[in-house]
């Protein structure tokens, strides 16, 4: 019986091949053939291809028609379709590749419903699987990319990683849940429009997503009426669901998790990895997160990093020689697009490795123009300054563009790197029922050297001057002790250099954060109203800089209250259906003098 049984067995299996050899296949379009610049083109702009659940997947091959034998492939996969996509395959191309642009479900040519995030795990992996069943590939695909077409690369390495995968360059990468659209737990609200700009249309609705009025106005009345957050969409008349699901999910919970990468999942990551990203890149904080996350479950982790004064934008292509007032050193001009296709040739080619990889971390030091390398981001630094936040005043005054009363003319409080009164305080009176203020209260910047400091109703600390030249290098991380009349708050804390000359050089973008949620973005943990609670932060961006002789340090830190980010009223209750009903009493907040901030230093022998 048991050899009847294995013959059965087998006779099916061979039917079932046959039928799955004979099934009809989705037709793949015949190559067209275009010759430009000396080179001729093999191109195939209509591809569909199959997921495993049925979906379809609209990809872009271009290949160099002249070249016969099997290639590798450089894949560029996003939710940002275009009509003018068929450059970036060239692209590649150029570079001795095949190029291959394909694009989120429902996206492009696909018939699918247009799904931001949630299935790019499993399709972005059966893009690549498709890659290396063709003729034309060796089994060697790279992929590359920023912000959402980051995230995509960490996502297709969340279950396993595909033989033929043998290296991702995420650029500023989202890390939905923790960097995106919330931050340390506080949604911001150029998300908002977003979900319109990517999911309206089969490829970008450019013209409601550039309308910065409308998107402006949205945000004042918002603020002016006092409405939920989640009632964004009704105050705008024009449904935003994706929104809205997103809202349902405020803690880093399964929804959030099934997206990328989850703690021991890092640890099967065994392909090598190049990053980049800026100090002054909002996507900092998710691509730090994928780093540190990797190297954590995976003490072995092949994870490069290169950062500099870069922005959101600037870290992904090539950087403009000044960002926001302040020309960056010439040393760090570099051609990110050139870096990544140099460690293409490194790793599918076997070339060299880009001359700047000089260790695992690569980080330009402004001021010098010099790079620094290290081989963990813990060994950028060798010392550490840390001040607790005084309620002693200083007597250095500074000009400041919100007018407390005094003809914008304030004085710093001191940042003491000696001793502390636990039980003395600076307090603070939020009072979220009073529109009457439509400015940035909470303390934000335009440009990165300024003459004036923003400072909103929060307090700000200046150092003594310092007597030697020092590099700061690293995240900026502390503990706020605080006691308040409510159960959550959110506070932004900044960090600054002011020069000799006595301007403020902002050294990296603002830490913001939901006190409930900075110990466990899992669950969330309501403070106790009138019990002094210590409060740490420790996702900040890093920087790098060096200060100069003569050089303070300086810290502004205050509660969030503005029309561009979501508003936590301190009830407890979910913040996005929070009112201004819910603003009955002032929020009232204690900074305690034993806050401290913690900065790390190199080259310290200052003190």
């Given at each position: 019986m048991k050899e009847i049984s294995l013959k059965i067995i087998f006779v099916a299996l061979i039917i079932a091949g046959v039928l799955s050899a004979c099934a009809p296949k989705e037709p793949i379009q015949t190559p067209r053939i275009l010759t430009e610049n000396n080179t001729t083109y093999s191109i195939q702009d209509s591809i569909l291809i199959n997921t495993r659940d049925g979906s379809k997947i609209h990809a872009i091959v271009v290949r160099n028609a002249n070249i016969t034998k099997p290639s590798p492939a450089v894949l560029f996969h996003t939710i940002y379709a275009r009509q003018t996509d068929l450059a970036k395959a060239k692209m590649a191309v150029h570079r001795g590749y095949a190029g291959i642009v394909s694009y989120t479900r429902g996206k492009g040519l696909s018939p699918n419903k247009v799904t931001p995030y949630l299935h790019e795990p499993t399709d972005t992996y059966d893009v690549i699987d498709w890659i290396?069943?063709?003729?034309?590939?060796?089994?060697?695909?790279?992929?590359?990319?920023?912000?959402?077409?980051?995230?995509?690369?960490?996502?297709?390495?969340?279950h396993k990683v595909h033989s033929a995968l043998k290296t991702i360059v995420p650029s500023v990468s989202v890390a939905p849940g923790i960097a995106e659209p919330m931050e340390n737990g506080v949604h911001q609200n150029f998300h908002y429009p977003w979900h319109h700009y990517v999911s309206n249309n089969k490829y970008l609705d450019t013209t409601l997503y550039f309308n910065g009025k409308r998107w402006r106005d949205l945000n004042m009345k918002w603020y002016e009426k006092g409405a939920a957050y989640n009632?964004?969409?009704?105050?705008?008349?024009?449904?935003?669901?994706?929104?809205?699901?997103?809202?349902?999910?405020?803690?880093?919970?399964?929804?959030?998790?099934?997206?990328?990468?989850?703690?021991?999942?890092?640890?099967?990551?065994?392909?090598?990895?190049?990053?980049?990203?800026?100090?002054?890149?909002?996507?900092?904080?998710?691509?730090?997160?994928?780093?540190?996350?990797?190297?954590?479950?995976?003490?072995?982790?092949?994870?490069?990093?290169?950062?500099?004064?870069?922005?959101?934008?600037?870290?992904?292509?090539?950087?403009?020689?000044?960002?926001?007032?302040?020309?960056?050193?010439?040393?760090?001009?570099?051609?990110?697009?050139?870096?990544?296709?140099?460690?293409?040739?490194?790793?599918?080619?076997?070339?060299?490795?880009?001359?700047?990889?000089?260790?695992?971390?690569?980080?330009?030091?402004?001021?010098?123009?010099?790079?620094?390398?290290?081989?963990?981001?813990?060994?950028?630094?060798?010392?550490?300054?840390?001040?607790?936040?005084?309620?002693?005043?200083?007597?250095?005054?500074?000009?400041?563009?919100?007018?407390?009363?005094?003809?914008?003319?304030?004085?710093?409080?001191?940042?003491?790197?000696?001793?502390?009164?636990?039980?003395?305080?600076?307090?603070?009176?939020?009072?979220?029922?009073?529109?009457?203020?439509?400015?940035?209260?909470?303390?934000?910047?335009?440009?990165?050297?300024?003459?004036?400091?923003?400072?909103?109703?929060?307090?700000?600390?200046?150092?003594?001057?310092?007597?030697?030249d020092f590099e700061l290098n690293g995240s900026f991380h502390g503990e706020l002790k605080v006691s308040i009349n409510k159960k959550d708050f959110d506070a932004t804390v900044l960090l600054f250099e002011q020069t000799p000359e006595g301007k403020f050089f902002a050294l990296t973008l603002p830490y913001v954060g939901r006190s409930s949620f900075v110990r466990n973005p899992e669950k969330r943990e309501l403070l106790v109203p009138n019990v002094k609670t210590s409060i740490p932060f420790n996702k900040a961006r890093m920087t790098s800089k060096k200060i100069s002789k003569g050089s303070r340090l300086v810290v502004v830190i205050n509660v969030i209250k503005e029309p561009f980010t979501e508003i936590n009223y301190g009830t407890g209750k979910d913040v996005g259906s929070e009112t201004i009903d819910d603003a009955k009493d002032p929020l009232i907040i204690k900074w305690h003098s034993d806050s401290y901030i913690k900065i790390p230093v190199k080259n310290n022998s200052f003190q």
């Open positions: 290396s069943k063709q003729d034309w590939s060796n089994q060697k695909v790279g992929m590359y990319g920023g912000s959402y077409v980051g995230f995509v690369q960490w996502a297709s390495l969340k009632a964004m969409d009704s105050l705008d008349g024009l449904p935003n669901p994706q929104f809205r699901e997103r809202l349902l999910h405020p803690t880093y919970d399964s929804y959030w998790q099934n997206m990328m990468p989850y703690k021991n999942e890092f640890s099967h990551i065994n392909i090598p990895i190049l990053t980049t990203t800026g100090y002054y890149d909002g996507g900092q904080t998710g691509a730090l997160h994928y780093l540190n996350e990797h190297t954590k479950y995976n003490k072995s982790a092949e994870h490069y990093l290169v950062i500099g004064p870069y922005t959101h934008f600037g870290a992904q292509q090539q950087p403009s020689t000044k960002i926001m007032g302040y020309e960056i050193d010439p040393v760090a001009q570099i051609d990110i697009t050139n870096l990544i296709f140099e460690w293409f040739d490194y790793i599918l080619k076997g070339e060299a490795k880009p001359v700047l990889l000089k260790d695992k971390i690569n980080y330009q030091i402004m001021g010098t123009n010099t790079w620094g390398h290290a081989s963990s981001l813990e060994t950028i630094s060798n010392d550490t300054l840390k001040y607790y936040l005084s309620n002693k005043r200083s007597n250095i005054a500074f000009e400041s563009t919100y007018d407390s009363g005094n003809n914008g003319i304030n004085k710093h409080y001191t940042l003491d790197n000696k001793s502390f009164v636990a039980d003395e305080y600076l307090e603070q009176k939020i009072d979220f029922s009073d529109r009457s203020n439509l400015t940035w209260n909470s303390s934000g910047w335009t440009n990165i050297i300024g003459e004036t400091l923003t400072i909103g109703q929060g307090f700000s600390f200046i150092s003594e001057a310092f007597t030697e």
